[in-house]
């Protein structure tokens, strides 16, 4: 299993990221993977494609399938866009971060030669007011302290708990995806 994106999340053999300071297992980009191709049975691309640059998501996501097995699956995730979301999390202040739609979403998997095998959104204002809390009070208190700070864990517990039962107007949309079948050839 590969993870690309993967911080300091470590939940797949290898962990790919573009930064050096997460210590991943391989340092590479997206765009360029050092795999050769056909090699993953599983692929792990939660919460990356909304930092992209703008329209390189198709050229990411084809890089991905290049590295797919043909029977393999990606999962990917990325906030969904919904205008209270975006004012609950303040990385979405930005112009360089992004949400996406599950329209959205589902045309660039398209445009990858992706077959979505399941499309679900999940996560609810819990989540959004985690992530406030978390740049507001517990990431500068950990910057201040040299230290990290915990989470309030109950917030924690509230925003997992939403996670549970999907809905369209959920923070997150998860997809699973994999390669295109390929169109009926007669010999």
């Given at each position: 299993?590969?993870?690309?994106?993967?911080?300091?999340?470590?939940?797949?053999?290898?962990?790919?990221?573009?930064?050096?300071?997460?210590?991943?297992?391989?340092?590479?980009?997206?765009?360029?993977?050092?795999?050769?191709?056909?090699?993953?049975?599983?692929?792990?691309?939660?919460?990356?494609?909304?930092?992209?640059?703008?329209?390189?998501?198709v050229v990411a996501l084809?890089?991905?399938?290049?590295?797919?097995?043909?029977?393999?699956?990606?999962?990917?995730?990325?906030?969904?866009?919904?205008?209270?979301?975006?004012?609950?999390?303040?990385?979405?202040?930005?112009?360089?971060?992004?949400?996406?739609?599950?329209?959205?979403?589902?045309?660039?998997?398209?445009?990858?030669?992706?077959?979505?095998?399941?499309?679900?959104?999940?996560?609810?204002?819990?989540?959004?007011?985690?992530?406030?809390?978390?740049?507001?009070?517990?990431?500068?208190?950990?910057?201040?302290?040299?230290?990290?700070?915990?989470?309030?864990?109950?917030?924690?517990?509230?925003?997992?708990?939403?996670?549970?039962?999907?809905?369209?107007?959920?923070?997150?949309?998860?997809?699973?995806?994999?390669?295109?079948?390929?169109?009926?050839?007669?010999?």
């Open positions: 299993m590969l993870s690309v994106g993967s911080k300091s999340t470590k939940i797949a053999d290898i962990n790919v990221d573009l930064k050096r300071r997460v210590n991943p297992d391989i340092v590479a980009t997206v765009f360029h993977l050092p795999f050769r191709s056909e090699l993953f049975d599983t692929i792990l691309f939660t919460d990356v494609v909304e930092h992209l640059p703008e329209d390189t998501e084809s890089e991905l399938k290049r590295c797919l097995k043909s029977t393999g699956r990606i999962v990917l995730s990325t906030p969904n866009a919904i205008r209270l979301f975006k004012l609950l999390d303040p990385s979405r202040w930005g112009r360089s971060h992004r949400s996406y739609s599950v329209k959205t979403i589902s045309g660039l998997v398209n445009r990858a030669s992706l077959h979505i095998e399941v499309a679900t959104v999940s996560g609810g204002v819990w989540e959004g007011i985690g992530l406030l809390v978390y740049y507001a009070i517990v990431y500068p208190l950990g910057r201040i302290l040299g230290r990290e700070v915990p989470f309030p864990s109950k917030l924690g517990q509230m925003s997992d708990a939403q996670y549970k039962n999907p809905r369209n107007t959920g923070y997150t949309i998860f997809v699973v995806c994999s390669p295109k079948k390929a169109a009926f050839q007669t010999p």
